[in-house]
């Protein structure tokens, strides 16, 4: 063998963990985007310049989700209110799948309108408030939306039945993780620490074996359905993985009225009061399961923190969503037209026959000519 190709071999060898040494491994990033889910999909653009004051943006949006009698969106309206912090210009852009925009009680400014982006520029002179209603285009609107609910007619009443449509998998791997590391993460990430906001690493003993997991943001659902004029069956329930089936007795139009927040996932230490107390004490699962757990709930809180933001926040800055979902009542048809006015069908249809025979009329005698 030549001095090269043994050094090609020496090299390669080297760049292959020993057995039994330790790797590092990354985690699910709580701060990560993925679909399905916001910010409802719009066609590639050129990104439009982001320019704030010092103290950045803070959000709050509501997300008015009309339904009809079977559970189907109809139409969604997203009110999204931007508090510009500090002193300085703004520019900013806010893509969404637009229909149109108009400006929302508060606001201290205008905002504009491109295709498929809320524009906003100004001053603010130690804070402002940039308040805009949008209505949304529905087949992108509705996917990214957090809950659907499907209704079935039955004796009786009807069947509603709630989905969390959060799901999503997220790629990450299993292997020889001690409690020493994964418990004060879970600490960490329970009480708004690093693990909270940045993307963590573990080492792991005798090799790393890819994965994936399915992780669902909580959404935490109050809210109320009734029949007609009868009576009103509470809802309240925190929905994950399983859906929530609800009996509705009685007859006439449903009236569904609900409010929907994505929260962050239950990380209550067992029998103790943190993760690191459960593990003294014995009473936190084994090793790997306290691994799936800390990788289930930075995937959940990725999720609860997308769909926190509905609309984009330029730099990512903090915000909060709540979705509103009511049924509404169905479109009247249009009234048949009154044959006074003599646009009834029947004499469209006469006038139109008559305007044909006169023009074949007009071109026989032409020909004749």
């Known amino acids: 063998m030549s001095v090269r190709g043994a050094a090609i071999v020496l090299a390669a060898l080297a760049a292959v963990p020993a057995a039994g040494a330790a790797e590092l491994a990354s985690l699910p990033s709580p701060t990560e ?25 803070r959000a709050a949006q509501r997300v008015a989700v009309d339904l009809d009698g079977s559970g189907r969106v109809r139409a969604v309206r997203a009110t999204q209110r931007l508090v510009v912090v500090g002193t300085g210009d703004y520019t900013m852009g806010i893509e969404a799948p637009l229909r149109s925009v108009v400006p929302a009680a508060a606001t201290e400014s205008e905002p504009g309108q491109r295709r498929n982006r809320i524009l906003w520029r100004g001053f603010s002179a130690g804070g402002r408030v940039l308040a805009a209603r949008a209505d949304l285009r529905v087949p992108p609107a509705a996917r990214a939306l957090p809950l659907s609910v499907r209704v079935e007619r039955v004796d009786g009443g009807l069947r509603l039945r709630l989905e969390n449509g959060t799901t999503t998998r997220v790629p990450t791997f299993a292997g020889s993780v001690g409690p020493a590391q994964t418990a004060p993460l879970l600490d960490e990430l329970r009480s708004g620490g690093p693990a909270a906001s940045g993307q963590a690493s573990v080492r792991v003993d005798g090799g790393i074996r890819p994965r994936s997991l399915a992780v669902v943001a909580p959404l935490r659902i109050d809210g109320s ?38 929260v962050a996932p239950d990380l209550a230490p067992p029998g103790a ?5 459960a593990v003294r004490a014995g009473t936190a699962p084994a090793a790997p399961v306290l691994l799936e757990r800390l990788q289930l709930a930075l995937g959940a809180t990725a999720r609860a923190r997308q769909y926190d933001a509905y609309l984009p926040v330029p730099l990512a800055g903090p915000s909060e969503t709540v979705y509103r979902y009511r049924t509404v009542a169905a479109r009247a048809a249009p009234p048949p037209a009154d044959p006074a006015d003599g646009r009834s069908p029947l004499v469209v249809a006469a006038f139109l026959a008559g305007a044909v025979l006169a023009a074949a009329g007009a071109l026989v005698a032409w020909a004749h000519l």
């Open 33 to 57: 985007v993925r679909p399905p889910g916001p910010p409802p999909a719009v066609p590639p653009a050129p990104p439009s310049p982001t320019v704030v004051p010092p103290g950045g943006l």
């Open 225 to 262: 359905a009734r029949l007609g004029g009868g009576p009103s069956r509470p809802i309240e329930a925190l929905l994950e993985r399983d859906p929530l089936v609800v009996q509705v007795e009685g007859s006439g139009r449903l009236r569904l009225d609900l409010r929907v927040r994505a």
């Open 273 to 277: 009061a943190t993760w690191r107390a």
